[in-house]
């Protein structure tokens, strides 16, 4: 983001590390064994409701299936979070760390968004994403 003078404004740092997916098994287990799950959940706050959790999480898995490589569409959306919230990073790095460690990449950008207050629960509704806007 750019302040109106043309110059970058200072990024934050994430609010979970990179490598700290162990201290919430739960979430980095689901994100190794069935990441569409937790990328879905992610998609649907990134885009504010207006993709769902299923629609997300099937369009990955059929990409994963194609490709094999379902990073290709879940960096797109580390690339959504950290603009949305001005956060530490660069596109390059964004896929880097999808391609090298899908499930720490999907673990941390679901434990920013439930640290942020988000319900990460499947049954996200319009008012709870709307009370974020």
Partial sequence: MNHP???????LPWSAGFCDCCSDLKTCCISYWCPCITFGQIAE???????????????????MFVTGCGCLYSCCYRSKLRKQYNLKGGNCGDCMRHFCCEPCALTQEYRE???????????????ALEEHV
Avoid at 5 to 11: K, M
Avoid at 45 to 50: C, H, L, P, Y
Avoid at 113 to 127: E, K, P, T, W
């Fill in 45 to 63: 706050i990134v885009d504010k409701g207006s993709t769902s959790c299923g629609a997300s999480g099937a369009l990955y898995t059929l990409i």
């Fill in 5 to 11: 003078s043309g110059q970058p404004q200072n990024e």
């Fill in 113 to 127: 968004l439930q640290n942020r207050g988000f319900d990460m629960s499947i049954d996200l509704s319009m008012a």
